[in-house]
């Protein structure tokens, strides 16, 4: 299989942007962009929406590394009167990257839902997505993302309002059910009935939040029998993974999140491995630099220095489960700038290859879960 730089994959179509004087990109992601990208040879490689991750300023570290394909901003919450966050919106209006930015809304109220992705649509934004995945009680409680699969009927009601409503590619990221994987059979004839762009699955129930047993193989049920593009989601951390994944599930590209924080080099190696080329694996110091430029882009001027080590940890805390359970002991503890790169130092300021595979916790045999499939 020939594998395409996103450039590549564009052709003539794309709308080649150039950084202004501040180096953002104006308007860089018309829709047809990223429609082209869905039915290119080549699969998609998709950064997660992550909250207080996937900022304008993860974007930007990120891309140096090359980056996704696509990013999408995590969710804007929608309700009666809330107003897309200023935040969330720099990361499109002011998007660093020159790659498309997809909108992810949250909520169950349509007309709310409606207004706001009319609103988001005149930003240059690919497409606009709707979350029905986040499992944290105090969303799911509210019947929004992950909530909203316990109720089939609401979730037909809002994707025939948004879809008539998004008159750009409209797609959906969900997970296989609330309690049951179960669910996934009658959530699949609902997302097919509504002509979406694009559905994501993390293939995980809302129950489950992020314990092992992926089922990858509903995935490859969806890919099967929906007409629209699939992109898998859930634990890909590894080139030799994903490979393996896009051969088997027959989505048209890969979602990854926590793995993207852990190894920024990872949607490179992926391209690599599909080209047929040896995996070029990074130092302890090259991950040792990656710190660096997180707590460059991260630092905001004037914020109390403990403020600003509880930020990094944010990414140290994913970071440092493809380092080692030690690490990640000894970093969840410091308060100080000193410290916290005297812990980095200790651990990874040395020229050994690191594989950023994560370090899981034992199974219920005591064994490592190492490919939890
Ligand atoms: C810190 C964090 C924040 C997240 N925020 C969002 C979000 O805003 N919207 C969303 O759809 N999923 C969110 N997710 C879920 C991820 O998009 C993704 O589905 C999940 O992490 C599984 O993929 P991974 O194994 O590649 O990380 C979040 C995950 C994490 C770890």
Redesign the pocket.
């Known amino acids: 299989m020939k594998i395409l730089t996103p450039l590549q994959k564009f052709g003539t179509n794309l709308v080649q942007a150039q950084p202004s004087s501040d180096g953002c990109f104006d308007c860089v992601t018309p829709p047809e962009t990223f429609s082209n990208l869905l039915h290119a040879a080549a699969p998609v490689l998709a950064l997660?929406?992550?909250?207080?991750?996937t900022t304008l300023q993860f974007m930007r570290v990120l891309d140096r590394y090359g980056g996704p394909d696509v990013y999408w901003t995590?969710?804007f919450r929608v309700h009666g009167d809330s107003r897309p966050e200023k935040w969330i919106l720099d990361s499109i209006t002011k998007n660093p990257t020159g790659k498309p930015v997809v909108a992810?809304l949250i909520g169950n109220d349509i007309p709310a839902l409606v207004r706001t992705a009319k609103l988001l649509q005149q930003h240059p934004v690919a497409a606009i997505d709707l979350?029905l995945?986040?499992p944290a009680p105090i969303v799911y409680r509210k019947c929004a993302g992950g909530g909203l699969l316990r109720e089939p009927e609401r979730i037909d009601a809002i994707l025939g309002a948004l879809r008539d409503a998004v008159t750009i590619p409209f797609t959906v990221?969900t997970r296989t059910g609330f309690s049951s994987p179960a669910e996934f059979d009658t959530l699949l004839p609902i997302f097919a009935k509504h002509p979406i762009d694009l559905l994501t699955v993390?293939a995980r129930t809302v129950a489950q939040m992020?314990r092992p047993g992926v089922r990858y193989d509903l995935i490859a049920q969806a890919a099967r029998e929906l007409s629209c593009p699939v992109l898998l989601?859930?634990?890909?951390f590894s080139a030799a993974q994903a490979q393996q994944l896009l051969a088997e599930t027959g989505v048209c590209g890969l979602?990854?999140?926590?793995?993207a924080i852990r190894n920024p080099w990872l949607f490179e190696q992926i391209r690599a491995q599909l080209r047929g080329e040896k995996i070029k694996l990074p130092t302890g110091r090259d991950l040792l630099n990656y710190i660096h430029e997180l707590w460059d882009n991260e630092i905001t001027p004037g914020v109390r220095e403990s403020a600003q080590v509880q930020r990094m940890k944010k990414f140290t805390n994913f970071i440092g489960e493809g380092i080692g359970e030690k690490f990640l002991h000894d970093i969840r503890r410091v308060e100080t700038t000193a410290d916290f790169w005297r812990v980095c130092e200790t651990f990874i300021d040395h020229d050994e290859p690191m594989t950023l595979e994560p370090i899981l916790p034992p199974n219920k045999d005591g064994l490592p879960e190492k490919f939890p499939l």
């Open positions: 997660a929406p992550m909250q207080d991750v995590e969710y992810q979350n995945g986040c990221k993390h992020y989601n859930g634990n890909v979602m990854i999140g926590r793995g």
